[in-house]
């Protein structure tokens, strides 16, 4: 589904994980700015208890004092605290320490002055040593991060759920893309469920109509091809039975011909039908270019010595459907042999097929063969229309170029193999 680098569902997924990591990302930086702002925090109320204790601990009770800072004095020994704890960090004069999800300080020695300083306290005055005595603070002020891991998780959770909430919206649209690649294979019994009341739900809808109408038109065409082919066939057969019971003579052979003729054509109506409704199964083989040009004049019922052939000592060797490609040739070469007023040119060359004659040139509105017939342009005697379209469209199957020249009176039909 996430193949296609351009896919809508591939670019919001890559932009919600980026939103996921930049999110928790910003979390984490706000979880080590809040543990460092609460270190110092605790290092400031230690070093208050511990001025407190230092200067006026023989005078009065600090209880109170201590209650204000969430310090109080630890029953456990220094000892235990710096062999089984953990140490937080190592101050000049003390250290702080983890133990069973409690936080301590070990005074090591009395605070040097100048740390008061960055505390904003005054330096406390001069102090005998001996007044100095190991002592163990205990935080007692909570610091449980629940409700900071609860906020983050309600937001993954949010940003996860509008994701999955898009996606879900989403997959309808991936659905229909299948779909409309199916159609165009020649698929039209499809029928897309609707899940919503939304935009997507809503063209999907419409596109159920569609194939529907799509599916009722075709078959309401091969109905009627059908009966027109049946209705055809028969006379043709039966005009081809009776010249066959006719006297041998010129002019029965010359029936015979148009019969065949007619038969042939009914059949490559059924042909290009299937061509233009993607039907045909093209088979790619090798043959030589002489061999189509033969059954491109046998389909005309014309000679090959009403054109001028240059370039067969070329050989050229073709990789083409066959049957799909003398038609593309013999549309060329009927439009050549009809509006030509000397014998039509067909040039040979190592990878370029020409077919020229002399003439008056296409006119410019009728130049872009990749549209059918269009009478426009065109009337039904006229020509140049159909027959080119489908020509050009045969040629694209088969991902040669076509291209369409007229200079010094010569109308020139050029098919680029390579």
């Given at each position: ?30 979880h080590e ?219 029965q052979e ?79 070469l009927d ?84």
């Open positions: 589904m996430l193949t296609n680098k351009h896919s809508i569902i591939r670019l919001i997924t890559l932009f919600f994980i980026l939103i996921f990591i930049l999110i928790n990302g910003l979390f984490w930086i706000a700015h809040f543990s460092k702002q609460q270190e110092v925090e605790q290092i400031r109320r230690f070093l208050l208890a511990d001025r407190l204790f230092f200067f006026e601990h023989n005078q009065r009770d600090l209880s109170p004092e201590l209650a204000q800072l969430m310090i109080q004095p630890s029953t456990l020994s220094s000892k235990k605290l710096l062999s089984q704890g953990s140490t937080i960090i190592t101050l000049p004069f003390g250290k702080m320490i983890e133990m069973n999800g409690h936080t301590f300080f070990v005074k090591l020695g009395p605070p040097p002055p100048h740390l008061f300083n960055k505390f904003e306290f005054r330096p406390p005055p001069p102090a005998e040593m001996n007044h100095f005595h190991s002592m163990v603070f205990e935080d007692i002020q909570p610091h449980s991060l629940v409700m900071f891991w609860i906020v983050l998780a309600g937001v993954d959770t949010l940003i996860l759920l509008f994701y999955a909430y898009l996606l879900a919206k989403l997959l309808p649209l991936h659905r229909l893309k299948n779909a409309i690649i199916a159609f165009k294979e020649g698929d039209t019994s499809l029928n897309i469920p609707i899940t919503g009341e939304d935009e997507i739900s809503q063209i999907t809808q419409e596109f159920n109509h569609t194939l529907e109408k799509i599916a009722s038109m075709r078959e309401a065409r091969s109905l009627f091809l059908r009966n027109i082919l049946h209705e055809l066939k028969t006379p043709i057969m039966k005009g081809a039975l009776t010249t066959d019971c006719l006297e041998a003579s010129v002019d010359r029936l015979k011909q148009i019969f065949t003729r007619m038969d042939y054509l009914l059949n490559e109506f059924t042909q290009m039908e299937r061509f233009s409704s993607n039907e045909w199964q093209l088979n790619f083989q090798e043959y030589r270019f002489v061999d189509l040009v033969d059954h491109a004049c046998d389909i005309l019922l014309c000679d090959k010595k009403s054109l001028t052939i240059k370039g067969e000592e070329y050989q050229l060797i073709v990789k083409v459907d066959f049957e799909l490609f003398a038609i593309a040739l013999k549309n060329l439009n050549a042999l009809k509006y030509s007023t000397t014998k039509p040119t067909l040039m040979i060359l190592s990878h370029t097929i020409e077919i020229c004659n002399v003439g008056n040139p296409i006119p410019e509105e009728k130049r872009d063969f990749s549209k059918p017939f269009n009478r426009e342009y065109e009337s039904s005697s006229a020509g140049l229309g159909l027959g080119l379209y489908l020509t050009h469209s045969i040629l694209q199957k088969h991902g040669f170029n076509f291209y369409y020249t007229h200079q010094s009176g010569m109308n020139c039909f050029k098919i680029v193999l390579s």
